[in-house]
């Protein structure tokens, strides 16, 4: 009898805690939905939604026209006090840009401005990839769980059958013992994916831009579907080149530093100014009671400044050092995108060969040779031991497979993120 509560006490505990249904179903959110929300409610995404915002303040300021000086001079005393001589002056000078330089400079903020919508997409790929990544392993995780699940579930029929043939006589109560401890181990097992699972949920609620009290339940997906064949590499390589957004972000520093040497060649013009005004001047009065005799005079001058000792030397040469260093990280960003197809290409293929041969080989051989021992275990003919051993090797092919599957996710997800998907 007391055998019999010992088992109906663990069944208990291990019915109370939590399962792979707990955080997978497949009614839950899918990952696609998690991404589109994601570019709504990620705070890193929207502080550099904020940046854009910024370059294109700049741009709009870098169009406005330089303001006009209004100049006031007043010589011989204050306006209207006594019959002295007096100079009176007003003026009005506009600055003028000349040579290019308002062009030069709207162009450096408008390329300015598409750097940092460059950005935001980069920023909004990578969280992207991270925040599909982290799903995959949760997914990956539950369905280790769901594994464990169904190991435990059949090792507690076994037990149930065990304890009737032990009270019967027919079995000792060693194999009982063994039966016992398998469960507990396997029940230990689980408590580390569970940790893993809620960790997981939490970065990718954070990822979300989800609150953490907010429930999630991951809709369960198929991390081990491989696909007819992979294009060819060529073609996702002249795709990446076209579509990354950090090469083109790249190439745009490029532009950027082009205009900026543009610029520095322009600040060596001279700076021009346009005088439009008036000038009053009044000599002193004849004879007491006369006015004095005054002229208004039409004024119109230009100022030139002279660029004779600063020429910007040392803004040119800074902004063609710019120009080399974009150039060569540029050069550089694409080394690293051809690559990363070429090894992400590789990955893919090697990850799919490898699910292939777990479907095709292990797991079948194993669920076989598990069935047959358990066939023989009720037979009498294979030791509780033997069993435990056949169904250890069934949970490690289950967690193999599952494992190769999440591989192939990644590899899939790593080739998106490649091209620039």
């Known amino acids: 009898m007391w055998i019999l509560l010992v088992f109906l006490f663990t069944v208990c505990v291990s019915a109370d805690a939590q399962t792979a249904a707990s955080y997978v179903s497949p009614s839950g959110t899918p990952i696609d939905a998690l991404v589109a929300g994601m570019k709504s409610r990620n705070l890193a995404l929207k502080a550099a939604q904020q940046r854009l915002l910024q370059a294109e303040g700049r741009l709009r300021q870098s169009s406005l026209w330089l303001n006009p000086v209004v100049e006031v001079d007043n010589k011989g005393g204050p306006f209207g006090a006594g019959n002295g001589p007096r100079e009176m002056e007003l003026a009005v000078v506009q600055p003028v840009e000349i040579g ?47 594994a464990l699940e169904e190991a435990v579930d059949l090792q507690q029929q076994t037990q149930k059958a065990m304890v009737l043939r032990v009270s019967a006589g027919d079995a000792s109560r060693f194999e009982l013992a063994l039966g016992e401890a398998e469960t507990a181990r396997l029940n230990a097992e689980r408590e580390p994916l569970l940790s893993q699972i809620e960790g997981l949920l939490a970065e990718i609620k954070t990822l979300a831009g989800m609150p953490q009290t907010e429930a999630l339940l991951l809709r369960d997906q198929d991390l081990m579907a491989t696909a007819a064949g992979v294009p060819q590499e060529a073609v996702l390589v002249d795709k990446a080149l076209a579509t990354r957004a950090d090469l083109l972000a790249a190439r745009m520093r490029v532009t950027i530093a ?151 996710y990644r590899a899939r997800v790593e080739l998106s993120r490649a091209i620039g998907e």
């Open 100 to 146: 290019g330089k308002r062009a030069a400079r709207i162009s450096v903020t408008q390329a300015a401005r598409e750097l940092a919508r460059l950005e935001v997409t980069e920023l909004e790929r990578r969280l992207a990839v991270e925040l599909r990544l982290k799903a995959g392993e949760a997914l990956a995780a539950a369905a280790r769980l769901r």
């Open 258 to 408: 082009q205009s900026g040497v543009r610029f520095a060649d322009l600040a060596a013009f001279p700076e021009l100014g346009l005088l439009v005004g008036f000038k009053q001047e009044r000599g002193a009065a004849e004879a007491p009671g006369l006015k004095p005799a005054s002229d208004w005079l039409f004024r119109v001058g230009v100022s030139v400044g002279l660029p004779i000792f600063n020429r910007n030397q040392g803004g040119k040469q800074e902004a063609a050092a710019l120009l080399a260093e974009a150039r060569l990280a540029a050069d550089l960003v694409e080394q690293t995108v051809r690559r990363e197809v070429r090894l992400a290409v590789r990955r893919l293929e090697l990850a799919h060969n490898a699910l292939r041969l777990i479907r095709g080989s292990l797991l079948p051989q194993t669920e076989s040779a598990t069935r047959i021992a358990r066939t023989g275990y009720e037979l009498g003919e294979l030791s509780m031991q033997q069993l435990i051993i056949e169904q250890r090797r069934l949970v490690d092919a289950r967690s193999t497979l599952v494992q190769a599957g999440l591989e192939a």
